[in-house]
């Protein structure tokens, strides 16, 4: 399949020379890169934190819990990510963006250059969530039925979010989608196994990486605008233009701050990591003037945006293990 060539390519796209060939090892290849792995982290670090907190409320660490709901988050994840470049095929943004950053934006690509068909991603896909669904199972035997609710509340907005006849992203609700999948259910699922019960400082653990990964998917959504726009995929920065776009993204990164303060306050914690968290706002409203004056670099920037979410998921994770026992 022919595509058009991209205008920024941070890596080679993947191709039939680099993964074709027949035989398990070079199709588990192909199925594994295919969803994307590199950006698997963005839902480990939230379970992650969610443990972390949780056990630290409960005083006890439960790891096959914690395993379990590792590798559920990462198939639901992955799934998601197949099903996001089938949705996008079926639309045909994918197929005709030539504005694209591989390997940020744009999909895999391995629809695109034929590397797999439409019907195996979709299969791929399929497969991926049935895995979950066996993690979530097992989950649920062990500690009932919530887990069922929130699993199936994330695996109905990941599915949605890239339905043709839905589609949320294309609706402007990507960001609320991915903030509450890769944000508040992962952190406070994750907790709830460790303790057993939610409070509303678990809620405030997980709005900030609710914030970070918004910002996340906002500044990726920017190099596909031209091709969203063309097949009536009205994502928000192609509904409210760059400027807004920039403004909208320094306003998710103070939440984040915002709420790691009202966590902080609400603890009577010391003050002084506040300045990790700053600083990290410091380079996220840098970003958001930079998005919104439409000035160049935005590889880089894209960059940047996931080291904040990373630094802030660990930033969090290191203030919960490393604070007074008391808490």
Same mark, same amino acid.
């Given at each position: 399949?022919?595509?058009?060539?991209?205008?920024?390519?941070?890596?080679?796209?993947?191709?039939?020379?680099?993964?074709?060939?027949?035989?398990?090892?070079?199709?588990?290849?192909?199925?594994?890169?295919?969803?994307?792995? @590199?950006?698997?982290?963005?839902?480990?670090?939230?379970?992650?934190?969610?443990?972390?907190?949780?056990?630290?409320?409960?005083?006890?660490?439960?790891?096959?819990?914690?395993?379990?709901?590792?590798?559920?988050?990462?198939?639901?994840?992955?799934?998601?990510?197949?099903?996001?470049?089938?949705?996008?095929? @079926?639309?045909?943004?994918?197929?005709?963006?030539?504005?694209?950053?591989?390997?940020?934006?744009?999909?895999? &690509?391995?629809?695109?250059?034929?590397?797999?068909?439409?019907?195996?991603?979709?299969?791929?896909?399929?497969?991926?969530? !049935?895995?979950?669904?066996?993690?979530?199972?097992?989950?649920?035997?062990?500690?009932?039925?919530?887990?069922?609710?929130?699993?199936?509340?994330?695996?109905?907005?990941?599915?949605?979010?890239?339905?043709?006849?839905? @589609?949320?992203?294309?609706?402007?609700?990507?960001?609320?989608?991915? !903030?509450?999948?890769?944000?508040?259910?992962?952190?406070?699922?994750?907790?709830?196994?460790?303790?057993?019960?939610?409070?509303?400082?678990?809620?405030?653990?997980?709005?900030?990486?609710?914030?970070?990964?918004?910002?996340?998917?906002?500044?990726?959504?920017?190099?596909?605008?031209?091709?969203?726009?063309?097949?009536?995929? &009205?994502?928000?920065?192609?509904?409210?233009?760059?400027?807004?776009?920039?403004?909208?993204?320094?306003?998710?990164?103070?939440?984040?701050?915002?709420?790691?303060?009202?966590?902080?306050?609400?603890?009577?914690?010391?003050?002084?990591?506040?300045?990790?968290?700053?600083?990290?706002?410091?380079?996220?409203?840098?970003?958001?003037?930079?998005?919104?004056?439409?000035?160049?670099?935005?590889?880089?920037?894209?960059?940047?945006?996931?080291?904040?979410?990373?630094?802030?998921?660990?930033?969090?994770?290191?203030?919960?293990?490393?604070?007074?026992?008391?808490?």
């Amino acid at each position: 399949m022919q595509t058009p060539e991209p205008k920024f390519v941070a890596v080679s796209e993947p191709n039939v020379s680099a993964f074709g060939g027949p035989g398990i090892g070079p199709s588990l290849r192909r199925a594994w890169f295919a969803t994307r792995p @590199q950006f698997l982290t963005a839902s480990a670090l939230p379970v992650i934190l969610g443990t972390v907190w949780g056990a630290r409320q409960s005083g006890s660490f439960d790891p096959v819990s914690f395993l379990l709901a590792l590798l559920g988050v990462a198939l639901l994840h992955a799934a998601s990510n197949v099903w996001n470049d089938v949705g996008d095929e @079926q639309c045909g943004t994918d197929g005709q963006n030539n504005d694209r950053i591989y390997p940020f934006t744009g999909g895999s &690509r391995f629809i695109q250059n034929g590397v797999l068909s439409l019907a195996q991603m979709t299969r791929l896909s399929l497969l991926l969530a !049935a895995g979950a669904s066996v993690v979530g199972i097992l989950l649920i035997w062990l500690h009932g039925w919530p887990i069922l609710v929130l699993g199936a509340l994330g695996g109905a907005i990941g599915g949605l979010y890239s339905w043709p006849r839905v @589609q949320l992203a294309g609706l402007g609700l990507g960001e609320i989608a991915v !903030a509450l999948t890769f944000g508040v259910l992962p952190v406070c699922g994750a907790a709830w196994l460790q303790q057993g019960s939610l409070d509303p400082l678990t809620l405030f653990v997980g709005l900030p990486v609710a914030g970070w990964v918004a910002a996340v998917l906002l500044i990726n959504e920017i190099p596909d605008c031209e091709a969203d726009a063309r097949v009536g995929k &009205r994502t928000l920065p192609v509904r409210i233009g760059l400027a807004w776009t920039g403004m909208l993204y320094a306003c998710l990164q103070c939440s984040a701050l915002l709420s790691v303060v009202i966590w902080q306050q609400r603890l009577g914690l010391s003050a002084w990591p506040l300045a990790w968290f700053a600083l990290l706002l410091g380079v996220g409203l840098m970003l958001g003037y930079r998005l919104a004056a439409r000035l160049p670099g935005l590889p880089l920037m894209i960059r940047l945006t996931l080291s904040i979410h990373a630094a802030g998921c660990l930033g969090l994770v290191a203030w919960i293990m490393l604070a007074d026992p008391r808490l």
